[in-house]
């Protein structure tokens, strides 16, 4: 609603189109001057200060930043994990201060329930919608198949591999399917060939149903893929040092494409120099 | 046979303890149930005088067996309880034992030494009457609190010179060098009486009259039995006691059983309300355990006088 | 991990029972209150096939199992909910902690008078003496499990739409299961305790009643018998409740 | 957690009293098993001023606080490293814990006489029982701790070197911290459980000794008294239990 | 001291020769024909299949592989974490099979000790080898700078952000200075910037005091740029499928770099191409 932030609407398939916020559609995600304190008294931290972002349904945020800079603070933040000292923050029209359905999360590790096997881990958010039996199976096994995990259904948390859970945790998020999801550094473990195929995943996700995302990775080249629009937390404490459409988004089909696209050296070089920004 | 019109409970719970008198003795042989075949009879066993004073008073039981001493406390307390019973007069069955090595020959002695009771108990009482009748001041005597069998487990520590005790703690303890100073019979004697009593929950006298009276003439036969031939009635407690034939008859006879027309006499129930000595006896013994400043208060006599049925 | 190493643990039950044989042999001490092996084991057959004091001894351990039983599914259906419930919202901790915190440490001896007072010498003053005393320990042990649950996990679920509701039945209640195995086992221990206590009071069966009645008449034998079938009753319970939590929660303490 | 919502717990103990002042006001129990808040006042002040039988409160309390003290630093030093290590090494565990399994179920009242006959009718007889009643359940509590710590944060500790013994006392002890002291709280609450059965045995003071003295001459204003007495001792002691577990251990319940 | 695998010995600074293993400086980690399999019976999944592999002193090792290939498994054997089902593993001439302090980890997830700050986390494996404290606290603080902590000392591990973390885990590991350094992904969560600061500082340390490394990473071009030689992991169970030196071992001071170098792209392209070969 307000005028404040850049709010970025789709036009067609992956490309962006820059525009103040438009009254047409209100933005999904507001936050608005917002702080981060942890602690108290002498051993209190700012780490996140005077924060303003709108996000439009449908957009892919993708976050970078120095690693402490501030990112997963903020997404726990949208998340309703934590409460901001000053400033507010609105999700899909109510304000934000707990975790719910319709805000999914992807955190920077697994965090998968050890005592479910992969398959039960991701039908957990159908469950927890009271989709049937049949119907939640089936949409489980499929997602699972989805990151690569198919044969590993009936395996335990802790029998996966590290970038095997990652991949599952991702399962389970997606599988529940919120309208806006929340992903912490998601590829983070994963080796090139299946890195590249999740995001082919996330993005033909996103590209089909449209749901907003907030994603954060320390990969640039990830960014350019993926996000619509990207944003650069700086300084500590962090504020948004950068926050502009992605001009390369919707160019490539895939990281190694997007590599040979022009532009894509200039682009990667100005992401690079503002992470370096104090 | 419940002819003479009162009628009868559906339904009695009776707390006892396993004392060799006759209430047990009516338990072992079943002769309750014999004499009230349409009445369910309840058996419950009690290990001390303060949880039949808890049970009669919640209601749980209708008729109970405790000492004299519980039963003057529960009285002084205002139990709602009648004493309708002397199921036995205790003689030698509880007895100060001392070690030989402890140089003990009278009460006197006992300064300076230790003493173990299971406190609250007819035991207890009878130490500290002894004490008093020989003119001890009690503050002189470490009197300890002890179980029969940490009794008999700190007698073998030599941990105490003496005991007051009953058995079958007390045989072990004049088994392994100790002899008897004085017994609650020789207490008896000077006034000291101790006894375990029976007693029924006033509400239940009240309703079943009848039931009461029958059963003490159960109790009557019991004594008479065991005065016909103790041998027999020795040979049927004895599993009970844990013990053998010849043991549970020298126990038995620690004990002195009266039959309810020996209770009459004014020395013990009596049949006149301010002419009952066991009144006395619970009264002086509130009063005794007053003067220990074992309890703040005790009452007057009329209300232990109140509490003998008739 | 018990069963692994079997061997050992029969071993050392062996040396054990040597060393009681070794010394009532060489009365070290008095067979009056350790009795040898020997008569122990006359003691058990004579009340296998007699009974003591009028009942079997399967009546006597019936009766306590039914207690202990009985007891045991109370303080099951009430410590772990309460434990879940109070670990999870700080305010009815602090509504109900006080009152836990504060019967907890009573000695059942010192209370037992009152239950009896209310619930009368049946059966239910016993049980409600036995359910106090496992009630507190299990409901530590789950409140405690509540709070050292990774916040994080509990923040997941609900991003993934549970309720409250579900978020106990589904997250918190399967990631206390450790603590609540051990919680178990503690107030099995605690109710099995209580039961001589328990016994104490007008009863006249059960194994705590056959140790406190042949401790009166210093049958020493029986007292072993008794202690022994108690003990290995208990080491039963216990090891299938080790059992059951093995086949479970096979991911304790591995990193999710 | 107890602290910042005090005002609850207030509220709900004032609720408590009221409920017992109503209650006996209204005479709705026997006055003489649950007397009135104003008679159990009476007895406190008079017990304050005159003591109850030879000695006065503050040795009762001293007394009882001296015997569990006692024990209890006899229990954290014993169950706390035989916890550890046999939750380490399984061997340990298969030699030791047949036995704590077998005596931990064992009612206080069953072996106390042994205890006597040991130990003789002193002080060290009860510490002994109340030592022995706290143990089973902080050891189990330990050694369930251990098993439960993450492999890799051993592995990872012996692969920067650590040795057996500062394995213990370096990563195992402070990885137990939380369940050391949800154990402790159990324990605590176990001994003091024992403490009337303790002085039940040749005692002159102590607050247990003085409940059961009481209670076989009905003084239920002096019972009351005791026990409450015991139980905001109790509390006092668990409160500070958990200052020193908020103090000591902030990062309970975070992701390492 | 058996001639089986390829030893690769050092001669000059970043410089790799490949070579037959010399009598001369036998392996410190050896590896001979070693199978692993997890869980028994039915549900038994073999994951290592005839694995051999030495690696001479002041080796630079980077193994790549599929996510779930089974990399971190061989770490954890070369750890002493886990057993071999069959074949034989020697460490230092030693047969391996429990952790020692000759042979450093870190771990996929940081893995700190909660209770303990970063520093004294820092300082535990010198603590462990009775090393004084002033000494002790002089490297601490040393390697907490050096990987970017230096006013985060004082913090305990739940108060770092994921990367902050993985950075105290790899302080800790390094302060000890171990013969022998096992890393599994130790960058996976680092921005690019960090990312490139902590390679430095690794290949830095590594061509001062000629350590052992074996390093696990799902990054191709960190693989080029730190390791002597690079091996991959292939198939269901895993083998080794490719084992050969790297050419570009030395060859440029940064990542950035490295992609300028003529070769660079062929070599990048070789390896994934045996990344994706069953
Ligand atoms: N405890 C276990 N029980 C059963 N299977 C296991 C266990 N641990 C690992 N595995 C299996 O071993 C395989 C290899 O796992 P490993 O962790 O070595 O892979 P990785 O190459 O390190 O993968 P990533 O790059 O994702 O970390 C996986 O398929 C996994 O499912
Ligand atoms: N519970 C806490 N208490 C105090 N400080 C904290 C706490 N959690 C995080 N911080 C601090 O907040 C800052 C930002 O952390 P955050 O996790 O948001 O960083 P990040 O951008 O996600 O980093 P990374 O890329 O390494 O994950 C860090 O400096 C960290 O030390
Ligand atoms: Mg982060
Ligand atoms: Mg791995």
New binding site residues.
Partial sequence: MTLSGIAITMTDRGEALASPSSPASPPVVSVQGVDLTYGRGKSAKQVLSDISLDIGEGEFVVALGASGSGKTSLLRLLAGYERASAGRIDILDAAAGAPRPEVGVVFQHANLFPWLTIRRNAEFGLLMQRVGKRERERIAAETIAQVGLGD?GH?LP???????KQRAAIARTLAADPRIVLMDEPFG?L?AITREHLQSLVKSLWQQKRRTFFFITHDVDEALYLGTRIIVLNGSPARIGTDRPNPLSGEADSVTRLRQIPGYAAEREFLLASLESP | SSSSGGKLPKEVTIGYQIIPNAELLVKTKGLAEKQFPDTRINWKAFDSGRDVNTAIASGSIDLGLAGSVPVSIGVANKLPYKVYFLHDIIGDAESLAVRNESNIASVKDLQGKKVATPFGSTAHFSLLSALKLEGVDPKTVTILDLQPQDILAAWQRKDIDAAFVWNPVLAKLTAEGGSVVVSAQQLADQGAITADVGIVRAKFAEDYPEFVKQYVSVLDSAVQAYRDNPDDVAATLAPILSTDKDDALAQTKQLVWLTSAEQADAKYLGTEKDKSGFADVLRQTGEFLVEQKQIPAAPELSVYQEAILR | MFTRHWRLSVAAIAAALALWWGVTKLEWVNPLFVPSPASVWNAFVEICREGYKGSSLLVHAGASLKRLGTAFLIILATAIPLGLISGFFIRVRALVEPFIEFYRPLPPLAYYTLLVLWLGIGDSSKIALLTLAGFAPLYIAVASGVVRIPQDRINGARSLGASRARLFTRVIFPSCLPDIFTGVRTALGMTYTTLVAAEMVAAESGLGWMVLDASKFLRSDVIFVGIILMGVIAVLIDLSIRWLERSQVPWIGKDS
Same sequence: chains 1, 5.
């Fill in positions: 590993y395996y802790y029998q996966l591999s590290g970038g095997m473990a080796d």
